[in-house]
Structures are given as structure tokens and as C-alpha cells.
Nanobody
Framework: QVQLVESGGGLVQAGGSLRLSCTAS????????MGWFRQAPGKERDFVAT????????IYADAVKGRFTISRDNAKNTVYLQMNSLKPEDTAVYFC????????????????????WGQGTQVTVSS
């Protein structure tokens, strides 16, 4: 079973940038499809982005498209989320997870496809 640890969260002003990291231990990271979700207080955990095992395919939620970039470094067992042009509505706890099945388009938004969740990292964007 893979263990995932997120880092890189913090407090940033609107318009700023952060890069989140999710480092895996155990399992074979280079064969895993990965994803990022976020959860704001009192709300459901929502899909942000996903990347396939090679890094050659990515899918984003409409809310972050053009601002966030998901990438990975299989040599470092790490998946990243570069977040630019941050908005107050991006404030949430961000989680990474392993995607267990193939998906395409909006089908990748289904949280039930993901497992082995990390503990999350807080991102706060001030206005």
C-alpha cells in the first residue's frame, strides 16, 4: 500500500502562487495515476486535477483550468500542483490520492476512483 504525504501549503495573497508536493512511499509510484482534490470548510471534497502514470495526460477541473498545473517526477516519487493566480475561493485543504482506474474527461472527477489519501495541506488565500 502506498503512503502519501502532502506539503507546500500556506498563506498567500490573492494573485500569488504556491507549489504543492505529494511524496509517495511504498508501492510502485511510477505505475500510479495520481490526483489532487480540495475541501473547503463545510463543503465536499472536490476534484482539482489528475495525471496519468507517465505524466503524458492531465485533466483539470474547470475552476482551475489555466491557473493550476499538475506534474510529476517519478524519480522522486512526487506529484506536484503548481497554483498560480490564486483566488480566495481556492482556500481549502488540498489532498493527493492514487487513482485506481482509467478515466477520461469528467469521469475523472469521481472521488470513488481514488484511494490512499494523504493527510492534506492547508492553502489559505487572502483577499
Amino acid at each position: 500500500q502506498v503512503q502519501l504525504v502532502e506539503s507546500g501549503g500556506g498563506l498567500v495573497q490573492a494573485g500569488g502562487s504556491l507549489r504543492l508536493s505529494c511524496t509517495a512511499s511504498g508501492g510502485t509510484f511510477s505505475s500510479y495515476n495520481m490526483g489532487w482534490f480540495r475541501q473547503a470548510p463545510g463543503k465536499e471534497r472536490d476534484f482539482v486535477a489528475t495525471i496519468n502514470w507517465s505524466g503524458g495526460s492531465t485533466i483539470y477541473a474547470d475552476a482551475v483550468k489555466g491557473r493550476f498545473t499538475i506534474s510529476r517526477d517519478n524519480a522522486k516519487n512526487t506529484v506536484y500542483l503548481q497554483m498560480n493566480s490564486l483566488k480566495p475561493e481556492d482556500t481549502a485543504v488540498y489532498f493527493c490520492a492514487r487513482r485506481r482506474r482509467y478515466c477520461s474527461g469528467n469521469g475523472c472527477y469521481d472521488i470513488s476512483m481514488y484511494s490512499d489519501w494523504g493527510q492534506g495541506t492547508q492553502v489559505t488565500v487572502s483577499s
